[in-house]
């Protein structure tokens, strides 16, 4: 099991940016690069959305079609960390935002399954004002 603890949600205008961080907890003996990672937002009364994913060396990313163009993935496996810059934010954005280690990587996101998320924490609000 991992702990992820992330941090740097908020309100924000639209138009707006925020840079949320999530920082991995992996226990001894095992290596934070040997995970994949994603990003996940739930609304209330909305299925969980995937809207970010990453591969162990952070070479190849993928986005939803909501958010590409706009967020922008990235890890550190130095800090142990994940990153998801968001520009350009939209009400639709508003979410709670968690990260989450998966049992693999696509970047065609719609091809993950409930299964596939291992651990995640407890998420940061997003909300975006119009």
């Known amino acids: 099991q991992v702990h992820l603890v992330e941090s740097g949600g908020g309100l924000v205008q639209v138009g707006g940016s925020l840079s949320l961080s999530c920082v991995a907890s992996v226990g001894r003996g095992r290596s934070f690069k040997n995970y994949f990672m994603a990003w996940l937002r739930q609304t209330p009364g909305k299925e969980r959305e995937v809207v970010a994913a990453?591969?162990?060396?952070?070479?190849?990313?993928g986005y939803a079609d909501s958010v590409k163009g706009r967020f922008t993935m990235s890890r550190d496996n130095a800090k142990n960390t994940v990153s998801l810059q968001m520009t350009d934010l939209k009400p639709e954005d508003t979410a709670v935002y968690s990260c989450?280690?998966?049992?693999?990587?696509?970047?065609?996101?719609?091809?993950?399954?409930?299964?596939?998320?291992?651990?995640w924490g407890e998420g940061t609000q997003v909300t975006v004002s119009s």
């Open positions: 990453i591969n162990r060396d952070g070479s190849d990313t």
């Open positions: 989450a280690t998966t049992t693999k990587y696509t970047s065609a996101l719609s091809y993950y399954l409930p299964v596939d998320f291992t651990s």
